[in-house]
């Protein structure tokens, strides 16, 4: 079994979000107000100009004065990339006070350094404002030292989690009868093998992609803990589809590494829903691996079957090629073209063939949960030599009969059942066919 190491970003403990040639701010939550009338910058953006690799780290300083009527407190300040980090002068502020938001920018933490470009840095704030404020730094690097500094450099050697690979049991856990649930789940991150020599640096919930399969019922109350682990770098949320409210739980738990914090919801609507990491940069997180599905039963329940269990595609896009063996981390240009290198079943290629296959008997039914973290294509989902005699579109109700291929857009998922007429391998594919290279194939073998 492969070993989950812990990220280490050349020894320094920087956020460690994917870089990005041009970064989007991400839209929090939830209160109209102008932000503009809350945060007054001297100025929002800066130019460094031509930055030499062998010259390391700049720094500039943004002053600014609050101006809202009320105290604000500071959460955090994520940047846009790994390569720039920022701090601020102090973490609560009063009406009229001023403070100063340094930037830090670090030339060899840029994955691909090319022409002119700009990073950002958000203020997080509770309570929460949207837009949240921004400032940007521009940049070009000078190659002094060669593009071999832009490589990660190897990992710790133990990440004291337990986990075996990253790649998540497919099993389901029975659903247990009672009327108040708690949830703990924590956020890792590690590097691990996403293809034969392909070493990834993952953001996980318990330390597999999908995280784990949760099961509540209408009306249960569930109280839910997120921890971020200590040596983790960033911070870590999580926002459940079933939740009612804004943000659907991710205003609750921007959570430090380190720290943890818990909330509770009460389970409204039945059907199958995702979860996935809600800190910025959304997308950088979610494309990482940060996502999986959370299943809220009817009152009465779902029929029963033989077997049921947890498949979820998802898309990665590495610096690296498909092919090429080494350590690598998110591409943002990649990411923002949609051009995924791989789009896979559980976190991991070929995750679901051979010896990891799903396995049933002729006579048995199966029910699949399918989710799709995206971050942006749509799956249409099929198991060959197969029709699905129930599908719960998109999750929901009613049902549909008879069904060969089904859509599962990103950030949605799906059940499907059937029962096994005939012995043999089955295969599980997305039939946009030009994916199965990039990996969105598994098996089902049935005796």
Request: aromatic residues 10%; negative net charge.
């Amino acid at each position: 079994m492969k070993k989950l190491i812990i990220l280490s970003f050349l020894g320094l403990t920087l956020l460690a979000t994917a870089c990005q040639s041009v970064d989007e701010v991400q839209e929090t939550s939830t209160q109209s107000n102008d932000t503009d009338e809350l945060f007054v910058f001297e100025e929002t953006e800066f130019d460094f100009g031509v930055i030499k690799q062998s010259g390391g780290i700049v720094e500039h300083d943004f002053d600014f004065t609050y101006v809202g009527e009320e105290p604000i407190s500071i959460t955090s300040t994520p940047g846009s990339c790994a390569c720039t980090t920022a701090e601020i002068s102090q973490n609560e502020f009063q009406p009229g006070e001023s403070g100063v938001l340094t930037v830090y920018f670090h030339p060899n933490l840029h994955a691909e350094p090319e022409g002119h470009f700009f990073k950002s840095v958000l203020i997080m704030t509770d309570p929460s404002i949207s837009p949240a404020p921004e400032v940007k730094v521009w940049q070009e690097i000078d190659l002094d030292l060669g593009e071999e500094f832009f490589e990660l450099q190897a990992p710790h050697e133990d990440d004291g989690h337990g986990h075996d690979e990253v790649s998540v049991e497919p099993s389901v856990p029975a659903f247990v009868e009672r009327s108040s649930r708690e949830i703990a789940m924590e956020a890792v991150e590690l590097i691990d093998e996403l293809d034969d020599g392909m070493e990834y640096q993952y953001f996980t919930y318990n330390g597999t992609v999908p995280g784990p399969f949760l099961r509540a019922k209408v009306g249960d109350e569930v109280t839910f803990t997120l921890k971020n682990a200590e040596d983790n770098v960033n911070v870590h949320s999580i926002d459940l589809h079933a939740v009612n409210g804004p943000g659907g739980g991710a205003t609750e738990t921007q959570v430090y590494p380190g720290e943890e914090k818990t909330f509770t919801f009460e389970a409204l609507n039945p059907g199958i829903y995702v979860y996935h990491c809600a800190s910025p940069e959304v997308a950088d997180h979610v494309a990482n691996g940060m996502y999986g599905l959370i299943l809220v039963e009817p009152e009465e329940g779902l029929v029963p079957v033989d077997r049921e269990y947890y498949v979820m595609q998802g898309e990665f896009y590495p610096i690296l090629t498909r092919g090429e063996t080494g350590l690598t981390q998110l591409s943002g240009e990649k990411m923002e073209e949609e051009d995924p290198e791989y789009i896979v079943f559980n976190g991991t290629f070929d995750s679901l063939m051979a010896e990891n296959a799903l396995t049933a008997n002729v006579g048995e039914t199966v029910r699949l949960y399918v989710g799709n973290g995206g971050v942006a294509k749509s799956s249409n989902f099929h198991v060959i030599g197969e029709i699905f005699d129930t599908v719960y579109p998109e999750g929901g109700t009613p049902v549909i009969n008879n069904v060969q291929t089904t859509n599962v857009p990103a950030g949605g998922a799906t059940i499907v059942e059937f029962t096994l007429d005939q012995p043999g391998t089955y295969k599980l594919v997305d039939h946009a066919l030009s994916r199965l290279e990039k990996g969105a194939l598994g098996e089902l073998i049935v005796q």
